[in-house]
C-alpha cells in the first residue's frame, strides 16, 4: 500500500517517549467531567479517539484547586481524588499504543465561573483589568505565588502516579502564566516583575517544581501563544524569549504552539479558528519558535485535512499536529489516513457551532454534522434492526440524509426520495454566503454516509399521498423542511423579498435595502454581507439585543466586524411594522416609538421559516410508523435536524 502521508504517520520521539505516529489529541473542553474527575461520558468520548490512531491524547485544561461545585465541567487534580478517573484514562491509552498528557492551569484573571452566581474572586500578577470578562483582579501576594507552584507540583505528581507519561503548562492564551510573562499586565516591583528574567521567575519555579515532584523520563512541556492579539497580550517576541530561556536551562521537553488570547473579545474569537480564518493559523508561530529552540514543537489550530497536516511537518513548519474539531467531526480521522482513504474522511466545517458552542452554553461538545460525538454511550454502536424494514424518506436536506444513512447502517431497505435536483436542503444556501463555502461540506459528508451504505436515492421526485399508497412503505421518515415565514404587514407597493431570494440571485435589490432580521442568526448577517460586498447601501433592522444573537459568540463577533469593515448599518431591538415604495417603518420593541427606514429601495426578511408538514398530517391516520423530524417538526438548525436524523434513524 501507499503511503501518502510519510511524515505524518512515522513515529517520534519526546524525552524518551516514542509516539506511533505525528498526531495528537489537544486539550479541549468537553464538558464531560464529573465532580473535577473522568466520568463515564468522558471516558466514552476519549475511548472513541484514542482507538482511532492518535498517538498521544492530552486532556482538557485542568485547574489546581479545588472546584467546589462549580456549574462549568472542568477536571481538577487539587486532591488524590482525581487519581482513579486519570488511572481509567492512562489504562485506556496504553492499551491503544497512545501516550497520555494531562494539561494543567489557572485562568487567573479570566475567570468568570461562579458557583452560586456571585463572582469568584480572580487572580493576576497585578491590578489590571480584563475587556472581555470586565474583572478586576486581585494581586497575588509572594505567599500565594508560592502557594501556586506547590499547587502545581503536586498536581503534576498526582497525574504521574495515575499513569500519565508527561504533562503541559497552559502557559499562554491570556492565562496566568501568560499574566506574568507579558509586561503589559504584571506590573510588579518584587522578583516576579520588573525585567523579562524576573517575568519569567513564576513558571520558571513552577516547571522546576514539577520536575522534582516528579521521574527523570516524566514529560514537561508547555502550551504557549506566539502572539496573544490582546492589547495586554504575550507578543512573538516575548514568546521566543521565554521559550529559549526555558529550553537553555533544561526546564521543557517541548513547546506546544497556539495563538491570541482570551482578554478581548477579538482574541478570543478566533482561539477557536472559524470557516472565515484561513488554514492553519498558528503554523507561521510554530516555525519561529521552531527555529529557536532545540525541543520540538507542536501546534493544532484548524487544520482538517492530513494533506494539510503532512505539508506543515515536511516543510518543518511543527514537529506534530494536532487536532481537535477534525476528531470532533471524524474520530477515525488518523486510521483514514494512515489506510490512505482521504477522501473518506468527514471534514470538520469550522462552524463552531455544536462544540466550543456547547461547552460555552454548559452543554457537552458535539458535532453537527456527527453527532455520535459525545453521544457514545446512547449511540456509539449501530445495533442492528430486529426486523428489517422498508422505509420511504422523504426530504433530502441534512436531517432526510442522516435518517436514511443510519437506517440503513442498521440493515433497514431505505429509499430517500428529493423534491428538487440535489440533495441538501437549507443547506445549499448557507454555502452561497461570502466565505461560507466550507458549509458546503455538510452536504458531501452526509452524501457519503448515505451512499456508503447503499440508500436509494430519488430527486426529481414529488411524493403525494397517492405515491406513497403505491409504493406500500412499512415506515415513513418525513424531513419535508421549511420554506421563508412572511410576517403580516402593510407592504403596499413596496419590494418586499425573502433571503432566498437574495441567495439564490432571483432579484434587483437596487442600491439601498434594509434586511428585517427577526431570527437573528447567520441568515441576516449573510445577507447584509453579501449585498454589502457588492455594493449595497445595507441597514441590518434586529429583533434582538444583536445582530447574531443566536450564533456562538466567536463566529458573532467575526462577522459582526466583517459587517463593520463594510459600513453595514446594525440597528438592534426592532421589530417590522411595514413598508411602502421607499421606506420601511419599524417599531423599536422597548421603548414602543417608531424607526424609520428612508430611502429604501428593497425590504429583504430573514424572518425565519415555517414548517412544510403537510404531507405529514396527510399520512398520520394511514401510516402507524411515521416519523416528522427536523425543520418540518419544529425549524430550527442543521445540528437539530441531523441528531433527529440519528435518533430516528437508531429507532426505526
Avoid at 105 to 113: I, N, Q, T, V
Avoid at 222 to 249: F, H, K, M, N, P
Avoid at 455 to 471: A, H, S, W, Y
Wanted: glycine share 10%; proline share 4%; aromatic share 8%.
Amino acid at each position: 500500500m501507499k503511503v501518502l502521508y510519510p511524515t505524518l504517520v512515522s513515529p517520534f520521539e519526546i524525552r524518551g517517549q516514542t509516539f506511533k505516529n505525528r498526531i495528537f489529541l489537544p486539550a479541549h473542553g468537553t464538558g464531560y467531567a464529573q465532580a473535577g474527575s473522568v466520568g463515564e461520558r468522558a471516558l466514552a468520548y476519549y475511548r472513541r479517539r484514542v482507538t482511532g490512531g492518535i498517538s498521544l491524547l492530552i486532556t482538557e485544561a485542568t485547574q489546581v484547586v479545588p472546584l467546589t461545585e462549580q456549574g462549568y465541567p472542568q477536571l481538577s487534580v487539587a486532591s488524590d481524588a482525581c487519581i482513579p478517573g486519570f488511572s481509567r484514562l492512562a489504562r485506556l491509552c496504553a492499551e491503544n499504543d497512545c501516550r497520555f498528557f494531562g494539561q494543567l492551569y489557572h485562568e487567573g484573571r479570566a475567570r468568570a465561573h461562579s458557583v452560586d452566581g456571585s463572582l469568584d474572586v480572580a487572580l493576576a500578577p497585578s491590578a489590571v483589568p480584563d475587556e472581555r470578562f470586565h474583572i478586576m483582579p486581585r494581586a497575588m501576594p509572594l505567599s500565594m505565588i508560592e502557594d501556586m507552584v506547590n499547587l502545581f507540583a503536586h498536581g503534576a505528581a498526582r497525574l504521574a502516579s495515575a499513569g500519565a507519561q508527561g504533562m503541559e503548562l497552559l502557559v499562554g492564551l491570556g492565562y496566568l502564566y501568560s499574566q506574568f510573562l507579558s509586561p503589559r499586565t504584571n506590573f510588579r516591583t518584587d522578583k516576579y516583575g520588573g525585567s523579562p528574567a524576573a517575568r519569567l521567575r513564576f513558571l520558571y519555579e513552577t516547571l522546576k517544581a514539577i520536575r522534582d515532584a516528579t521521574s527523570d523520563d516524566f514529560v514537561i512541556g508547555i502550551r504557549i501563544a506566539g502572539e496573544e492579539y490582546d492589547a495586554d497580550g504575550l507578543r512573538l517576541g516575548d514568546t521566543v524569549s521565554a521559550c529559549q530561556s526555558l529550553d537553555r536551562d533544561g526546564l521543557i521537553d517541548y513547546v506546544n504552539v497556539s495563538a491570541w488570547g482570551t482578554a478581548t473579545l477579538l482574541g478570543a474569537s478566533k482561539t477557536i479558528p472559524t470557516m472565515f480564518m484561513e488554514i492553519g493559523p498558528t503554523l507561521p508561530y510554530a516555525q519561529a519558535i521552531r527555529e529557536s529552540v532545540n525541543v520540538p514543537v507542536l501546534t493544532a489550530g484548524r487544520i482538517n485535512q492530513p494533506q494539510q497536516a503532512e505539508q506543515a511537518l515536511a516543510t518543518g513548519q511543527t514537529d506534530m499536529i494536532g487536532m481537535v474539531r477534525a476528531f470532533i467531526a471524524d474520530p477515525d480521522f488518523a486510521l483514514k489516513a494512515k489506510q490512505g482513504r482521504p477522501e473518506d474522511i468527514r471534514a470538520c466545517i469550522a462552524c463552531n457551532q455544536a462544540c466550543i458552542g456547547h461547552r460555552h452554553s454548559g452543554h457537552g461538545i458535539s458535532c453537527i454534522q456527527f453527532p455520535e460525538s459525545g453521544r457514545e454511550i446512547q449511540f456509539g454502536v449501530r445495533s442492528e434492526a430486529k426486523h428489517k424494514k422498508r422505509i420511504m424518506v422523504i426530504g433530502g436536506g441534512p436531517a432526510g440524509m442522516k435518517a436514511a444513512a443510519v437506517a440503513a447502517e442498521r440493515g433497514h431497505e431505505v429509499t430517500l426520495y428529493e423534491r428538487g435536483s440535489r440533495l441538501g436542503g437549507q443547506a445549499l444556501l448557507a454555502q452561497l454566503l461570502p466565505d461560507r463555502h466550507e458549509f458546503g461540506g455538510l452536504i458531501d459528508n452526509l452524501k457519503k454516509e448515505v451512499q456508503a451504505v447503499g440508500v436509494q436515492v430519488r430527486c426529481n421526485f414529488d411524493v403525494t399521498l397517492p405515491k406513497v399508497r403505491e409504493i406500500q412503505p412499512e415506515a415513513i421518515i418525513i424531513a419535508t423542511g421549511a420554506v421563508p415565514y412572511k410576517p403580516a404587514g402593510q407592504f403596499d407597493e413596496a419590494q418586499v423579498v425573502t433571503a432566498w431570494d437574495v441567495l439564490e440571485n432571483r432579484v434587483n435589490v437596487g442600491s439601498s435595502v434594509v434586511v428585517a432580521d427577526w431570527r437573528c442568526d447567520w441568515v441576516g448577517l449573510g445577507v447584509a454581507e453579501k449585498l454589502a460586498s457588492e455594493g449595497c447601501s445595507v441597514r441590518l433592522c434586529v429583533n434582538g439585543e444583536m445582530a447574531g444573537e443566536m450564533l456562538h459568540s466567536f463566529l458573532r463577533h467575526q462577522w459582526v466586524a466583517r459587517l463593520h469593515n463594510l459600513n453595514v448599518e446594525i440597528i438592534p431591538y426592532l421589530r417590522l411594522f411595514g413598508a411602502d415604495s421607499d421606506t420601511v417603518y419599524m417599531q423599536h420593541v422597548l421603548s414602543e416609538q417608531p424607526v424609520i427606514c428612508e430611502n429604501t429601495d428593497t425590504l429583504i426578511l430573514a424572518y425565519g421559516h415555517r414548517s412544510v408538514i403537510s404531507l405529514h398530517d396527510e399520512l398520520y391516520r394511514e401510516f402507524e410508523d411515521l416519523h416528522a423530524i427536523g425543520d418540518c417538526l419544529s425549524p430550527r438548525t442543521a445540528e437539530e435536524a441531523i441528531l433527529e436524523g440519528l435518533k430516528i434513524g437508531a429507532l426505526v
